[in-house]
T-cell receptor, first 120, second 112 residues
Framework: GAVVSQHPSWVICKSGTSVKIECRSLDFQATTMFWYRQFPKQSLMLMATSNEGSKATYEQGVEKDKFLINHASLTLSTLTVTSAHPEDSSFYICSARPMVGVDTLKDTQYFGPGTRLTVL | GESVGLHLPTLSVQEGDNSIINCAYS??????FIWYKQESGKGPQFIIDIRSNMDKRQGQRVTVLLNKTVKHLSLQIAATQPGDSAVYFCAETGSNTGKLIFGQGTTLQVKP
């Protein structure tokens, strides 16, 4: 149980285009999902907290107009990188926190497999 | 700012030996801690977690120890296997925030 998927797993786009990444919790409902980015050989950096039915909360330094987050249902959150530039190239990872504990403490976050974005 | 840190960036162990990965945290308000394993090109995989009202929790081949006095967290892996080779992150969160603060990560290399 507690499986999170992301689509696409990798994407290459031209500078100036927009890219949408989907994050789905497959076997549980999640009122809260989180978006992270990770550069090579570095740790995960939280970008924003996505709450179902409300606006996302962005971390300091993260442009909300550039990284659009929509959490339309209890199993789906999307991240859209608008007007992507080469410096946006990174590994984007989402996580989901179950509404009710699955098989461990209820605050656990389960992570998706990540999306590798390369902007040319 | 407050952060979670790791003492060693790389740990190399012989197959079959036990591994111990350490983590120091600075936020005394944190009450929930998690260890994640991340293989190259993949997302973090949950290993084990522990709340601040506990000092030890065991899973399959893994044990997490929490020492709140010195704000130290460790992950012990018994009989380390080649498949355990990965980067291991500790993460912490405070009550009701839900936000995870990740440590820098430790690379575990298992030698056959």
């Amino acid at each position: 149980g507690a499986v999170v998927s992301q689509h696409p797993s990798w994407v290459i786009c031209k500078s100036g285009t927009s890219v949408k990444i989907e994050c789905r919790s497959l076997d549980f409902q999640a009122t809260t999902m989180f978006w992270y980015r990770q550069f090579p050989k570095q740790s995960l950096m939280l970008m924003a907290t996505s709450n179902e039915g409300s606006k996302a909360t962005y971390e300091q330094g993260v442009e909300k107009d550039k990284f659009l987050i929509n959490h339309a249902s209890l199993t789906l959150s999307t991240l859209t990188v608008t007007s992507a530039h080469p410096e946006d190239s990174s590994f984007y990872i989402c996580s989901a926190r179950p509404m009710v504990g699955v098989d461990t403490l209820k605050d656990t976050q389960y992570f998706g497999p990540g999306t590798r974005l390369t902007v040319l | 700012g407050e952060s979670v840190g790791l003492h060693l960036p790389t740990l190399s162990v012989q197959e079959g030996d036990n591994s111990i990965i350490n983590c120091a945290y600075s936020n005394s308000a944190s009450d929930y801690f998690i260890w994640y394993k991340q293989e190259s090109g993949k997302g973090p995989q949950f290993i084990i977690d522990i709340r601040s009202n506990m000092d030890k929790r065991q899973g399959q081949r893994v044990t997490v120890l929490l020492n709140k006095t010195v704000k130290h967290l460790s992950l012990q892996i018994a009989a380390t296997q080649p498949g355990d080779s990965a980067v291991y992150f500790c993460a912490e969160t405070g009550s009701n925030t839900g936000k995870l603060i990740f440590g820098q990560g430790t690379t575990l290399q298992v030698k056959p």
